[in-house]
């Protein structure tokens, strides 16, 4: 008997049936995208060290879509407040091999790098999307290598590097500054030759920004909305829930879920999320109560 292949529209193992490579955005038009979160990684702040080796990486993945994660996105470097960069090469050890042994079963894959070389290589091994946390700043590669795959592509907002963004973040008008921030990064992309409706956009919750600024970008989310592309929140076990509950990275699961069911409200279009079968209810409820359809 074939290995299981996931079914694009259910993310349910099923034998033999071929996954239907659906692009993400147009998943997004009828249902809030759930992206559940896979940090190949020995320090991210949530979850660092718990996947480090292939098979378990792959096992968690696999895990997340019987969740009913919509995409998993797998990161090689952290990028929690302090991190230190990784060699690229190191980076590519860690994700290769897991997105190899994934994308042979068909489940859809997020990337989170903001190297072109990183990209053009996961892409070559089957993930379906690039997650650039320095929107196309970090590497000027990049914009080519994702013009040329012709795949999706996050903008996330961050202000200064994840070694010192949390070194007072300050800002005229938070909204208004990313906003700005997005026009031109938009500009940029589309210049490059990116399609524009490929295109996501992360306001970057928690990357250079206060607990007060974090809370003011979930209030005033649907202004992003007027750029006319989907929005991806990633509030997930954050410090600012953290400090507003005075609770532990692994007891800020309602925090995780107020700011979800708000993010879906005010027009976010995904969740990036680690614990998916939770927030996967959450993001089912407050679709039905914002009148969105599940088709799937």
Known sequence: MKPPVWNRETLCPTVCKPALREPVFRLARRKTVVMGVLNVTPDSFFDGGRFLETDTARQHARRLADQGADIVDIGGESSRPGAEAVKPEEERNRILPVIKGLAEIGLPLSVDTYRGETARRALEAGAWMINDIT?????????????????ECVLMHMQGAPKTMQDAPR??????????????????????????????????????????????????????????????????????????????????????????????????????????????RVARMSDAIMGRTHND
């Not at 500054?177 to 919750?205: K, M, S, T």
């Not at 809370?215 to 507003?244: A, C, D, M, Q, Y």
């Open 135 to 151: 929107a196309l700043r970090g590497d000027p590669a990049m914009a080519d290598v994702l013009a040329s795959a012709g795949c």
């Open 171 to 280: 800002y005229d008008d938070v909204v208004d500054d990313i906003r700005a921030f997005f026009e031109e990064r938009l500009d940029y992309a589309v210049r490059q030759g990116i399609p524009e409706e490929r295109l996501w956009l992360d306001p970057g919750f928690g990357f250079g920004k206060t607990v007060q600024h974090n809370l003011h970008l979930l209030r005033r989310l649907g202004e992003f909305k007027e750029l006319g592309r989907p929005l991806l929140v990633g509030t997930s076990n954050k410090s600012t829930i953290g400090k507003v509950l005075d609770a532990s990275p692994d007891q800020r699961t309602e925090g995780t879920a107020a700011t979800v069911a708000i993010a879906i409200a005010h027009g976010a279009s995904a969740v990036r999320v680690h614990d998916v079968k939770t927030m996967g």
